[in-house]
């Protein structure tokens, strides 16, 4: 890359995005967000990492991308996304080190951990390097409203833009707004797939909600309600959290 395009690229990662929350305070913000698939946790992870200028660390994202690149990395989690199982626990917790705590800035993130090892992982990780979470933020939602949502879930086979059937569909049916590529049903959207996804999550990722309560970081969302509204409910939850930095 030459010098300047070098120098724009530093100025536009530097640069807060439009919109940004100023916070005063020394360290970037580091929040999980905790709940069952279909709570919407992506979306408001998009959205809040927009505003306070951090990374959007999803490892769904992260496999899932890794999988259609077809990586070592895509290899072996590919079977775990098809069928709703978890990715091993040092594998997961080695990818998010590397691909986001190792960065050193802050981050949301997205769907990890989702094991009470993760969770061990995670602290010790923190500890190691003088850090602590800001909050977590749990996004409660029924198993009924949780399976309504998933099961309508659509990606563009070329973009990899996501929609759903009812709450965000296309323009024209089964085609991308963006690129016009065909979409299709997200491969861990299928009935079966997403009845199994809540069975592991009430098993592996659910005793979450007591670990962080335990240590005083859980904070809870109502995500039944309209994206726009769990929107403003989440701003000002992160906002309160983040300017409360070292009063816990
Ligand atoms: P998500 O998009 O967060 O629902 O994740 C999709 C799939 O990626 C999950 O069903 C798992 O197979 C895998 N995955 C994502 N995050 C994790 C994690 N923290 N631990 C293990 N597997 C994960």
Redesign the pocket.
């Known amino acids: 890359m030459p010098a300047d395009a070098d120098a724009a690229a530093d100025a536009e990662q530097a640069a807060p995005a439009p919109g940004a929350v100023r916070l005063e305070r020394n360290a970037p913000v580091k929040f999980v967000f905790l709940g069952p698939?279909g709570a919407g946790?992506?979306t408001q992870a998009a959205r809040m990492a927009v505003r306070f200028n951090v990374q959007h660390a999803?490892?769904?994202?992260?496999?899932?991308k890794a999988a259609a690149a077809g990586s070592e990395l895509g290899r072996t989690?590919k079977d775990?996304?098809d069928?709703?199982?978890?990715?091993?626990?040092e594998?997961?917790s080695r990818v998010?080190e590397e691909l986001v705590l190792d960065a050193g800035d802050g981050y949301i993130l997205?769907?990890?951990?989702?094991?009470l090892g993760?969770a061990e992982a995670l602290a010790a990780n923190l500890e190691r390097r003088g850090l602590r979470l800001d909050g977590v933020v749990y996004f409660d939602l029924s198993d009924q409203e949780a399976v309504r949502r998933l099961t309508g879930r659509l990606v563009c086979s070329g973009c990899g833009r996501n929609y759903h059937r009812e709450f965000m569909p296309p323009k024209a049916t089964d085609v991308c707004d963006d690129c016009g590529a065909a979409l299709r049903v997200r491969s861990?959207s299928a009935e079966d797939v997403v009845r199994q996804?809540l069975a592991?999550y009430h098993e592996m990722t659910e005793p979450l909600v007591r670990y962080y309560r335990d240590r005083g970081l859980l904070e809870n969302v109502d995500a039944s309600a309209a994206p726009d509204d769990v929107e403003r409910a989440t701003g000002a939850l992160l906002e309160r959290l983040a300017r409360s930095e070292g009063d816990r």
């Open positions: 698939p946790k992506g999803s490892t769904g994202d992260m496999f899932r989690v775990y996304l069928s709703g199982r978890l990715v091993p626990d594998l997961t998010v997205d769907g990890y951990p989702r094991t993760q861990d996804r592991v």
